[in-house]
């Protein structure tokens, strides 16, 4: 009798650890699968899996479309100078190798090109076209010098830097100018016109009107002339440029 209660009771304790491994490994169970569940619920709720940023930079956007296809979207921010060639990207966001889910966009800069110019012949050219031409090109007038050559009046005829050398966009060059005379001019009194009439007076005393500035007045009319470059009576000579200040009703300029 006695080893059938002893043989009962370690059935019993059998029976229980059983049950507790049973359970221990049920638990277990429900965490891994919880666990995996979890990541595909994050897989697809992040369309899928991450994505590398593919490296557009120094590719055309014809190129890159063909890169990425329908993976992400690249959205054009703009120009700008670099040292790249013009139509190539030369910055993105976000930059290459970061992780990025599908479709997201990638923000892509374009190159202008470098921000350099060759500086071109103005020899033959007159003053007031030389200067537009280097406006265009993004390179300002410093000096101005003028000599009686014998060339034809207000005509060009060099440079400094010389035709051909490269140069920074914003960068200043003189201009040497070839006048039938060099005489003073007085300085007339175009405070209170408008700039056409300034224009009108500046050109009958062989002087050229260069930068124009605007600041907000509203006691003035609309593109009044209230500054110039030069003191009212001072002599200057023929040809020169004089840059004047105007008024404007817009508060923006």
């Not at 920074?168 to 300085?187: A, P, T």
């Amino acid at each position: 009798m006695l080893l059938f209660k002893e043989h009962v009771t370690v059935i019993l304790r059998s029976h229980k650890m059983n049950k507790k491994i049973i359970i221990t490994i049920s638990s277990l169970a429900i965490i891994v699968g919880i666990f995996l569940a979890g990541n595909v619920g994050l897989k697809f709720f992040f369309h899928d899996y991450l994505y590398e940023t593919p490296n557009l930079k120094g590719l055309t956007i014809e190129e890159a479309k063909l890169l990425v296809g329908s993976e992400f979207k690249l959205v054009d921010m703009g120009e700008q100078y670099s040292e790249l060639k013009k139509g190539e990207i030369y910055s993105q966001l976000p930059i290459s190798s970061k992780h990025i889910k599908k479709s997201r966009p990638i923000k892509i800069w374009i190159s202008k090109g470098m921000d350099t110019v060759i500086l071109p012949n103005l020899k033959g050219e007159n003053m007031q076209d030389a200067r537009v031409i280097l406006s265009d090109l993004g390179i300002k007038v410093d000096r101005i010098s003028r000599t009686m050559e014998g060339y034809m009046n207000n005509k060009v005829i060099g440079t400094d830097p010389s035709e051909g050398s490269l140069i920074s966009r914003g960068s200043s060059v003189s201009l040497l100018i070839n006048v039938s005379e060099i005489k003073n001019i007085r300085m007339p009194d175009i405070l209170g016109f408008s700039v056409g009439e300034g224009k009108k007076i500046l050109r009958e005393k062989k002087l050229i009107i260069g930068d124009i500035k605007k600041v907000y007045r509203n006691d003035f009319p609309e593109n009044t002339i209230i500054d110039t470059s030069y003191p009212v009576g001072k002599d200057v000579l023929a040809g020169s440029v004089i840059n004047i200040t105007i008024t404007t009703q817009s508060e923006e300029e």
